[in-house]
């Protein structure tokens, strides 16, 4: 079990607990339960302490301490502060794109790989309160088409998140379009993903379960090289990328005059 984690985070870091656990899952290194989960805890607690996985491999995305900013001197902010400038590219882009995660666990993984592309990221952590709703449906205005895509588990709950997130944009008068690009019943099938069952009392099992039989599947299972490119794909084909690079120049351009700027007014 430790030769797996080590061989999974070297490859892919920093993850959280739940990312690894779901891996190993993934991989048929350990079942699906409470226990499992359990003993990889304890297994990434004990060799974190004698050093055989690197501490920052690990992240605990919920326990982060609220820093204040603060510099040493003015030259210390303009370094830290210009490379924040950036140009809203989507001024120049025919249509708006968001992305939607249900994980809060992998939320680093696509921040990473959307911040390029200045595409927005919403995580939800189950279904979305009434306030982010309206938020959302704000920022959609009503002057361009707008795509959501969403990646969420493959249950039943998974399911019936895209029919309430449509139903409730719809009552602040929004209809973006939404789709769905992971976790689908094609990947699971694809990557040949262990299913766990469906949790017992949910009232959206029925229909689930006769579509697809009891099973119940995370994101999490996925592999992080699989899902980062499935998000890049889907992204890339729906921007105007001639567009996107005309504003990255523009962008360094600007920067530059900025840091020139602020060190004009330091020395002064």
Excluded at 234 to 242: A, G, I, N, Q
Aim: include cysteine.
């Amino acid at each position: 079990m430790l030769e797996v984690a080590v061989d999974v985070l070297s490859t892919t870091n920093p993850m959280t607990v739940r990312q690894v656990y779901y891996q190993l899952v993934s991989r048929q290194v350990i079942e699906n339960n409470k226990t499992a989960y359990n003993s990889v805890c304890n297994l990434l607690r004990d060799a974190r302490k004698s050093e055989e996985i690197p501490w920052d491999w690990i992240e605990d995305r919920l326990r982060k301490p609220r820093y204040v900013a603060m510099w040493e001197n003015m030259n210390d902010f303009t370094k830290s502060v210009a490379p924040q400038f950036r140009r809203n590219v989507w001024n120049t882009q025919p249509n708006y794109l968001e992305v939607w995660l249900e994980k809060d666990a992998l939320s680093g993984i696509f921040e990473e790989t959307l911040e390029p592309y200045g595409v927005t990221l919403n995580v939800g952590r189950g279904y979305d309160g009434w306030s982010s709703i309206r938020a959302a449906a704000e920022r959609y205005g009503y002057e361009k088409e707008v795509t959501v895509l969403y990646f969420g588990d493959f249950d039943p709950s998974g399911e019936d998140m895209l029919r309430s997130l449509r139903e409730r944009l719809l009552f602040f008068g929004s209809e973006p379009e939404i789709i769905k690009c992971a976790l689908t019943f094609e990947d699971v099938e694809r990557f040949h993903l262990p299913p766990d069952f469906t949790k017992p009392g949910d009232t959206r099992s029925a229909a689930f379960i006769e579509k697809y039989g009891d099973m119940a599947v995370e994101l999490d299972a996925l592999s992080v090289e699989v899902l980062r490119e499935r998000l890049e794909e889907e992204v890339r084909s729906r921007m105007d990328l001639e567009a996107l690079q005309e504003v990255k120049q523009l962008e360094a351009i600007e920067r530059e005059h900025l840091i020139e700027r602020l060190r004009g007014d330091e020395a002064e």
